[in-house]
């Protein structure tokens, strides 16, 4: 068991030493995720301790390392809110902590109000009973359950609706999402939630009625957060912060739908001579550069256009030249993917397909044959 708590400890050590080394023009979401992984350093500190002789010396060790269980879904949820927006920690912004602040108080205050050799004695007590099978109902294990299930389902809904924001404003400002993309940070909160919270629920009912072997359960709970450690590292390390530009007010509302569909058509022809969708990092702040026009115009003139927003728009453009190229060029897929804007061919084979209905390969042989 040491030895697995020295691994996960060494882990997120590596990942605390990785995230202070990079440079990063936007570093509220490295801080969050830094606190995170100190928080995951903690709590597997705490689970070595609690064996060691260190805790019969300090007992108040035995007590607090339950709490830090409240913090994991609220800094996901925080960095989630971080990735576009600065975050002003306001007093709002600290509210949300009441539920940890308030286990700890109340941690503190139990401590304190019970002498050591009478918190050691419990703990052993507990221990025995748990290794022999008995029962050790509590009214406040239940409730304390009943709070952790609650806050983490509630910062995981929060976590969907801050990054179906984050992709919104995405699909409205670049052509390509790939490193960008918040997606990964939500399928990893509900992997958390399935992972993780379901092991700490039956390590607290095994209290009330024990049919686990807790050490056994005790060894899956610090593998699962090694391993979640690393998936959410990983895409940590590989992630870019991008700044989107503060909306202004626009005046081409009062325009006439003709004016924009004006509009419209100059920018289909700037594409289609100028090529920018070429420019694998081309945004709506570049484009509307190119076109010497407010960004801001550029957003009201694809709201009136056919396409979803500025990913839809681009990306259809590069599609278009991609399926002319597969049929008069013998080049190979990707080279051509690659030289037409897209820098994933995940997420080429995926657009291709949605805007086709086949994959580029088929499309190339079905167009072979008719030719």
């Known amino acids: 068991m040491n030895i697995i708590l020295g691994i996960g400890i060494g882990v997120n050590l590596f990942a605390i030493f990785q995230l202070l080394k990079r440079k990063n023009s936007k570093p509220i979401p490295i801080k969050i995720a830094l606190l995170i992984n100190i928080i995951w350093t903690v709590r597997l500190v705490f689970f070595l301790l609690k064996d060691s002789e260190i805790a019969l010396k300090y007992p108040i060790l035995l007590m607090l390392d339950q709490n830090l269980l409240l913090l994991d879904s609220i800094f996901l949820w925080l960095y989630s809110k971080s990735l576009l927006n600065t975050i002003k920690f306001k007093l709002q912004t600290y509210l949300n902590f009441l539920p940890f602040l308030l286990g700890l108080f ?15 004695e419990q703990y052993i007590k507990n221990n025995e009973n748990i290794n022999n099978n008995k029962s050790l109902f509590s009214g406040e294990v239940l409730i304390f359950i009943l709070v952790v299930i609650t806050v983490s389902t509630v910062y995981f809904g929060m976590s969907i609706r801050e990054i179906k924001k984050i992709n919104i404003i995405l699909y409205n400002h670049f052509s390509n999402l790939k490193n960008i993309s918040a997606n990964w940070i939500l399928k990893f909160h509900g992997l958390w939630v399935l992972l993780f919270l379901v092991p700490i629920i039956l390590y607290f009912l ?72 070429q420019d694998e990092e081309l945004s709506l702040v570049k484009l509307s550069n190119h076109l010497k026009i407010k960004s801001i115009e550029l957003t009201e003139i694809i709201k009136y256009s056919e396409f979803d927003n500025f990913y839809d728009l681009i990306n259809t453009y590069r599609v278009e030249a991609i399926k002319k190229e597969l049929i008069s060029s013998k080049d190979q897929i990707m080279i051509i993917a690659y030289n037409n804007g897209f820098n994933s061919k995940s997420a080429f084979n995926r657009i291709f397909k949605e805007k086709t209905g086949k994959t580029p390969s088929a499309f190339r042989n079905l167009n072979k044959n008719t030719s």
């Open 206 to 277: 095994n209290y009330i009625y024990p049919i686990i072997n807790i050490r056994l359960l005790l060894s899956v709970m610090v593998v699962i957060q090694i391993l979640l450690s690393f998936i959410f590292n990983s895409n940590v390390l590989s992630q870019s912060y991008v700044s989107i530009p503060k909306k202004g007010i626009s005046k081409q509302n009062k325009k006439s739908i003709k004016q924009f569909k004006d509009k419209l058509n100059e920018l289909k022809k700037a594409l289609e001579k100028n090529q920018y969708y």
């Open 106 to 120: 109340l941690s503190i205050i139990s401590y304190s109000a019970v002498p050591n050799e009478l918190i050691i």
